[in-house]
C-alpha cells in the first residue's frame, strides 16, 4: 500500500481528507528540511546524517508497512527539522484552522507525514527506480509535485517553492532530491 493510505488508515481519516491533511502539514515540514539543510543550522551534512541515521529510505518502508508505525523517527525528525514540540503544536493547529481538521489527528498524522517524506527523499536516489519509488509512495510525489509549484493550490503554498528552490532554476523538487540523494553516498 501507499504511505497515504497507510497514513490514512493508522489516523483514521478518509483519503481525501488525508490528502488534504498531507497538503496543509507538508509545507511546514520541507520548511523544516530546508533550514535544517542551511550551514547555521549544522548544514547539508547534518541533515543527511540525521536522515541516514534515522533509516534512510527505509523510514518510507515504515510507514507503508501493515505494522503499526513507529513513531519515534517521526518524532526524532520532528525535533531536528522545528527543534520543539510547541513548533509541531502550532503546525498542527494551523493546519487545523486552515483544513477543519482535528488537530489531535494532525498531530498524530505529523511524525508519519516526516516519516514517509524522509524515505520517499532518500530513496529517490539510489532506488532500483524511481517508478518503483513512486508507486511505494502511494501518490506522496504527486502531493510533493502539487505544494512544491505544480499542480493545485494546496493552500497558498506559491512563495514556498521559490523558497526550497536551492538554486534558482524553478524546479526546487531536484534540490529537495538532490539533498537527500547523497544520503546513499
Same mark, same amino acid.
Given at each position: ?19 488534504? %491533511? ?11 528540511? +530546508? ?7 549544522? @548544514? ?34 520532528? =525535533?531536528?527539522?522545528?527543534?520543539? +514540540? ?27 507525514? %516526516? ?5 520517499? #527523499?532518500?530513496?529517490?536516489?539510489? %532506488? ?10 502511494? @501518490? ?10 505544480? =499542480? ?5 503554498? =506559491? ?6 528552490? #536551492? ?14 540523494? +547523497?544520503?546513499?553516498?
Amino acid at each position: 500500500t501507499g504511505a497515504l493510505e497507510s497514513i490514512s488508515r493508522e489516523v483514521g481519516l478518509d483519503s481525501a481528507t488525508t490528502q488534504t %491533511a498531507a497538503g496543509a502539514l507538508l509545507p511546514a515540514i520541507l520548511g523544516g528540511f +530546508k533550514k535544517q539543510a542551511q550551514p547555521s543550522a549544522g @548544514g547539508l551534512g547534518g541533515l543527511i546524517d540525521m536522515m541516514g541515521g534515522l533509516g534512510g529510505g527505509s523510514l518510507l518502508d515504515a510507514v507503508v508497512g501493515n505494522a503499526p508505525t513507529p513513531q519515534e523517527p517521526g518524532n526524532e525528525i520532528l =525535533g531536528q527539522i522545528f527543534g520543539s +514540540k510547541d513548533v509541531s503544536r502550532t503546525v498542527a493547529g494551523q493546519a487545523a484552522q486552515t483544513t477543519g481538521i482535528d488537530p489531535s489527528i494532525l498531530k498524530k498524522m505529523l511524525p508519519l507525514l %516526516a516519516m514517509a517524506v524522509a524515505g520517499y #527523499l532518500s530513496s529517490q536516489r539510489g %532506488a532500483p527506480s524511481q517508478a518503483s519509488a513512486e508507486t511505494q509512495s502511494g @501518490g506522496l510525489g504527486s502531493i510533493l509535485g502539487q505544494v512544491l509549484g505544480g =499542480g493545485q493550490n494546496v493552500g497558498g503554498l =506559491g512563495g514556498l517553492a521559490s523558497m526550497l528552490d #536551492l538554486d534558482g532554476d524553478g524546479n526546487p523538487l531536484d534540490d529537495i532530491i538532490g539533498m537527500a540523494g +547523497k544520503l546513499r553516498r
